[in-house]
């Protein structure tokens, strides 16, 4: 009579709950444009289609490379003052501004565009 193989048990997997913060890209264009005056056009910053989910984590924390202690001080000084518009601007910089302004709360952020 043959033996029969143990059944190995399958690895205990972990869920973890995170809040996720929802957000219409053309209502999030709007608030920050009361916010700041700006008119941003996020499609274009994310380089996306019509569909699609895009997230992104802020945290306000301080920034440790020198570079981007330069780069934070631009969005600043376009978003809230009348620097000119970065060369090069992401989502995650507007949204990392806004933050530090204590106009939006860290957290994750998931930002649909559809249209």
Known sequence: MAKK????????VIFKEKLLITV?????????KDKTGKDLEIPQILECANGTDHSL???AEPPTMKHEIG???????FLFGDGPEPASMSMYDVMDALCRKDLIKPGEYLIEVSW
Do not use: N
Not at 5 to 12: G, R, T, W
Not at 24 to 32: A, K, N, P
Not at 71 to 77: C, F, H, L, T, Y
């Open 57 to 59: 984590s802020v945290d």
């Open 24 to 32: 219409e890209y053309g209502d999030l264009e709007q608030f920050i």
């Open 71 to 77: 780069e934070r001080a631009e969005m600043e000084a």
């Open 5 to 12: 193989k143990a059944k190995k048990k399958a690895p205990k």
